[in-house]
């Protein structure tokens, strides 16, 4: 059973086409990877999914729900590519702000190597542990869905692999990671991999 369905989705901005005709359905537990060059609409396709905003045309749906007002955090969260933090919270606060303070999760700041450094503010971080940071609270809450706008685009080839590492043990605990990329290491470790040409999806 599909977790996330794209039926006939369609969607312009300032009168031009970035999607069109998209469907797609993707089910939970597994990794799918949003791939093709820039401009492709793979960004479009994150926000859609994660409720940003609606589609021109079409529907999206995750778990039977229109993605539209967004859904909890604990349902979908969204890595967007500028990260969001807040500069002058901690690494960890940072982390926490969508448990509200309510617990903690060492081992997923351990596991993006973000342990040594959780109690820095943000702003004194590098921009590879910043998107580390925002990818552990994208996955702090363990949600159904998790939309990552190129999530390793920071970081050096020391770090890919705790990028990877954290998706796949989400994966294991039943979120859907989706995730637009250009990595070929992110590619290759994906599920599903999914192509957009030109606001399309293309098969090989």
């Avoid at 006939?8 to 300032?14: D, E, P, Q």
């Avoid at 999206?60 to 969260?77: F, N």
């Avoid at 448990?99 to 342990?115: I, N, P, S």
């Avoid at 590098?126 to 809450?141: H, P, Y």
């Amino acid at each position: 059973m599909a977790l996330v369905e794209v039926r006939n989705v369609g969607h312009t901005r300032a009168g031009q086409p970035v999607l069109q005709d998209v469907d797609l359905s993707l089910p939970a537990a597994a990794t799918a990877v949003l791939a093709g060059r820039s401009g492709s609409g793979k960004s479009t396709l994150c926000h859609l999914i994660a409720g940003v905003m609606p589609p021109t045309s079409g529907t999206v749906l995750v778990d039977g729900r229109p993605a539209v007002p967004a859904p909890s955090w604990s349902t979908v969260s969204l890595l967007p590519q500028r990260l969001a933090l807040d500069p002058a919270l901690t690494v960890a606060e940072n982390v926490l702000l969508p448990l509200f303070g309510a617990a903690d999760d060492a081992e997923l700041l351990d596991r993006l190597g973000l342990t040594a450094i959780a109690g820095r503010p943000a702003r004194d971080t590098s921009l590879g542990e910043q998107q580390r940071t925002a990818l552990a609270r994208a996955l702090v809450l363990r949600p159904a869905v998790a939309v990552l706008d190129e999530p390793t685009a920071h970081q050096d080839d020391e770090h890919v692999h705790l990028v990877l590492d954290a998706l796949r043990a989400a994966v294991q605990t039943g979120t859907l990671a989706i995730v637009a990329t250009h990595d070929q290491r992110v590619i290759d470790a994906a599920d599903i991999v999914v192509r957009l040409h030109s606001g399309r999806i293309v098969t090989d």
